[in-house]
């Protein structure tokens, strides 16, 4: 992925609270004829070794494990969805105008997971959400006639090699420049907007030390 120096985050910390907020990510692996794409949650987690891992699962029926068989490697992506358009009209120099938002990419090899790993890596994702949106939903006392269809999924693991994460929101403009774009999200009053706004606030201590 490519970063300009002045959007590039190294911390942690900060990159594994933006993928517990965001959650659901892009699988990226080397296909046959083209790249094989798949829309999933994955879970960033630590193994017994201390090595950052990420979880997750797809559908058997979906072709693109049997892929990751034959290369098991690749690169998952999570995007955020307060992403937006930035006016440079809100400058107070002639510019083009731009775009703001967070990636973060995870590269490294893959795995798939046994069945008990899986219905493992299920029941953390699935008790890690409940307890986000207060639900009263218990995976362990499932019936089984809910509890086949974890049959019917392939659980997978990679284990991160690499790590990039590019936060551009406009820490490269002068401080009087940043505090005029918030404002201007704030006043459109689109969920996106404010949540990149809201964000912006959060980490303007860290861009303008």
């Known amino acids: 992925m490519y970063i300009p120096k002045h959007y590039e985050i190294t911390d942690e910390n900060l990159i594994g609270n933006f993928v517990q907020f965001t959650g659901f990510s892009t699988l990226v692996t080397q296909g046959t004829d ?18 950052k ?31 937006h358009y930035i006016s440079s009209s809100w400058y107070d120099y002639p510019e083009a105008p731009t775009w703001n938002y967070i990636s973060v990419h995870f590269s490294g090899p893959i795995r798939i997971l046994d069945f008990d790993e899986t219905v493992s890596s299920v029941r953390d ?10 639900g009263k939903l218990d995976f ?24 990039e994460a590019v936060f551009k929101l406009s820490q490269n403009q002068s ?7 918030v404002d201007r999200l704030k006043e459109t009053s689109n969920p996106r907007s404010l949540k990149l706004a809201e964000t912006m606030v959060k980490l ?4 303008y030390q």
């Open 34 to 51: 083209y790249p094989s794409i798949t829309h999933i949650p994955m879970e960033l987690e630590y193994d017994n070794q201390g090595n």
């Open 125 to 134: 994702l699935t008790k890690r959400y409940e307890k986000s949106v207060k």
């Open 175 to 181: 401080l009087e420049n940043f505090d005029r774009i």
């Open 204 to 207: 303007k201590n860290l861009f």
């Open 53 to 83: 891992v990420l979880r997750g699962h797809m559908a058997k029926a979906n072709p693109h494990w049997k892929d990751i068989v034959g290369n098991p490697k690749g690169t998952i992506c999570f995007l955020s969805d307060f992403n």
């Open 140 to 163: 362990d006392t499932l019936p089984p006639n809910v509890t086949k269809q974890l049959r019917g999924i392939t659980g997978i693991e990679m284990k991160v090699d690499r790590t």
